[in-house]
């Protein structure tokens, strides 16, 4: 299926194709960035401007005028493009090398955070609040909810699924073999499918058997250009990361309870009642733990 591109948006992800589209047109300073670009990508993502700058022997408004040339809205934009493009690509050994060089002199708390705070941000800015209220739609008048989440991804679907299991009647969360799962999979239903660099090739696969059946699918994914995008109806983007072999999924989760909590308002039936209900086989059954005031 063909997603709507927002303007740029191709450039902006694909680093590698803006840099041939322009045949080889660039100064000898321009060049000498792509081709440490090109050769140390997986560095080159992580550098600042100055950094960058000195590695290929330019000064630092090179590198700023090199990433205006490209289209960039400036060099972090251009520095976005390149972690875009290597998060699919690096193994594990790959990332644990590049957070090596990264953060052998940082504060990794704060730097972390601090990564997952520019993630949240970003989520928010670039949403598609249409596309976000159609999921919501499409979730609410499903016959049936099927979740699939792989790898770290799980975490996800098993979140969302808790939630959902409280909500509706007909919920599922998929495992590593969906397809046996996915066989009473029909028209009426909804496949909730999310996954992140590197993405996976079983829910890829999954979402093409949905789509042959005539399912809606919901895409929850870092960007519209991710192969999850080419098979679903909706695409709902949040931003991720990577620290060393680690997923940082703080964006994706705001996502999961932003859906899950427009969801609840749009659900059919009495949602509190249906938690008065549960309330009380809680209490009655001790699954929760009593605080006794002082």
Known sequence: MKYNS??????????????ESKGGKFSKGQKRIVEFITKNYEKAAFMTASRLAQFADVSESTVVRFAAELGYNGYPEMRRAIQ????????????????KDILDTRDILSH???SDMDQIRLTMEEANRDDFDLAIHKIAAAKSIYILGLRSSSVLANIMGFYFNLIFSSVRVLSDNPFEQLIKLTKGDVLIAISFPRYSQ???????????????IIAITDSRLSPLAQSADITLCARSDMVSFVDTLVAPLSLVNALIVAVSEKAPGDLHENFERLERVWGEYGVYEKINDA
Do not use: F
Request: glycine letters at 4%.
């Open 112 to 114: 972390v955070l601090s």
């Open 84 to 99: 875009d493009m290597i998060r699919s690509r690096l193994t594990s050994v790959q990332r644990i090398q590049v957070a």
């Open 6 to 19: 927002y303007p740029g948006e191709v450039n902006k992800l694909d680093i590698i194709a803006a840099i």
């Open 202 to 216: 079983t829910t890829i696969k999954a979402m093409a058997y949905a789509h042959d059946v005539g399912a809606k």
